[in-house]
Nanobody
């Protein structure tokens, strides 16, 4: 199973970006999908989570600005980021829990996509 993230880039403060992360490979079912981020010199933090049924949860720092969504047919998770601020600058990673046919789910990580916000 592989996760391929895309959509990062450089924007000015107040701008928007939409990240995508597609899971591929031996997939029977994808459970929770998440976005994390890690800024230089900081620990990785959880940004947003979405369950298979569409229940979402966000870090306080992004509530009201970021929206996580998913397409269960395409096994893809999205992160719409609006009103971006310089403190959102980080490497963004997607994470998904995938079953390849059994009842056991394994966590996989994407390669990261860079988001840089200038003031």
């Amino acid at each position: 199973v592989q996760l391929q993230a895309s959509g990062g880039g450089a924007v000015q403060a107040g701008g928007s970006l939409k990240l995508s992360c597609a899971a591929s490979g031996s997939i029977f079912r994808v459970n929770a999908m998440r976005w994390h981020r890690q800024a230089p010199g900081s620990q990785r933090e959880l940004v947003a989570t979405i369950t298979r049924g569409g229940i979402t949860n966000y870090a306080d720092s992004v509530k009201g600005r970021f929206t996580i969504s998913r397409d269960n047919i395409k096994n893809t998770v999205y992160l719409q980021m609006n009103s971006l601020a310089p403190e959102d600058t980080a490497l963004y990673y997607c994470n998904a829990y995938v079953s390849s046919g059994s009842l056991q789910y394994t966590g996989y990580w994407g390669q990261g996509t860079q988001v840089t916000v200038s003031s």
